[in-house]
């Protein structure tokens, strides 16, 4: 998400760069071959294709899911009996709170849900993903609760951390699934190329109006720094052994 530096040094916010027409926007609109063809055209100039709004939804679905394994192996310690990392779990739960609901999530909410309501298009599927929005946030307050500060532990309840966080995963995994594979899809079918393209555009600025121009690289190496923390950064290790 950063923007590309000019050659005076100054920075181009990454969708400007192509000076792309709504009808790049057609293209991821009508279908894959339209997009396809403005890859290659944008390819072939040296220049970059930008994030389409279900792109960049879905991009903060992995930070989502890298939460998500957070939560895992804060489970799996309790489940052996280990100490609750809770400096670690707090700030999960943090990145959680800042990223996913109150802008991941608020975009959705104001941006996405309404358009495929008012077009009739997944009405029940939207409510059941509004209400789990509301669920998720109030267990992530409970864990924020219960964690502190990230740095003591006299609030700190394993079994009930333990149930939240289970129960966290269980509903986000199919809840993101069912967006990626249904909802976003949707939204290019019931938007029309230009708004298409003007979503993606306030997508970005609201992400670096709340968190700055690399908003979304900080928030990845933010992870990446709590699961080297609790050393479950290396992606070698999920690798089933022969």
Aim: no cysteine; charged share 30%.
């Amino acid at each position: 998400m950063d923007p590309m530096p000019q050659p005076d040094g100054t920075a181009v916010p990454r969708r400007d760069l192509l000076g792309l027409s709504a009808a790049v926007a057609a293209g991821a609109v009508a279908g894959a071959p339209g997009l396809v063809g403005a890859e290659a055209q944008a390819a072939s100039s040296g220049t970059e294709v930008p994030v389409t709004p279900p792109e960049d939804l879905m991009q903060e679905h992995g930070v989502l899911k890298r939460v998500l394994l957070v939560y895992r192996e804060v489970i799996r310690r309790i489940d052996i009996g280990d100490q609750v990392p809770a400096q670690e779990l707090h700030r999960s739960a943090q990145i959680i709170r800042r990223f996913i609901e109150e802008h991941h999530e608020e975009l959705e909410e104001q941006y996405v849900f309404p358009r495929l309501r008012e077009a009739g298009r997944l009405v029940r599927t939207v409510d059941v993903l509004v209400t789990q929005h509301d669920r998720g946030r109030e267990i992530t307050r409970r864990i924020l609760d219960m964690t502190g500060d990230g740095t003591t532990s006299y609030r700190l309840d394993p079994g009930g951390l333990r149930k939240d966080m289970a129960a966290f995963i269980r509903m986000y995994e199919p809840h993101e699934a069912r967006e990626d594979t249904v909802v976003f899809p949707a939204l290019r079918e019931v938007v029309s190329a230009k708004e298409f393209n003007e979503l993606g555009d306030i997508f970005e600025e609201e992400e670096h109006r709340r968190f700055g121009a690399n908003g979304f690289k900080d928030m990845v190496e933010e992870v990446a720094g709590i699961e080297k923390s609790l050393g479950i950064y290396e992606l070698s290790q999920f690798t089933p052994k022969a």
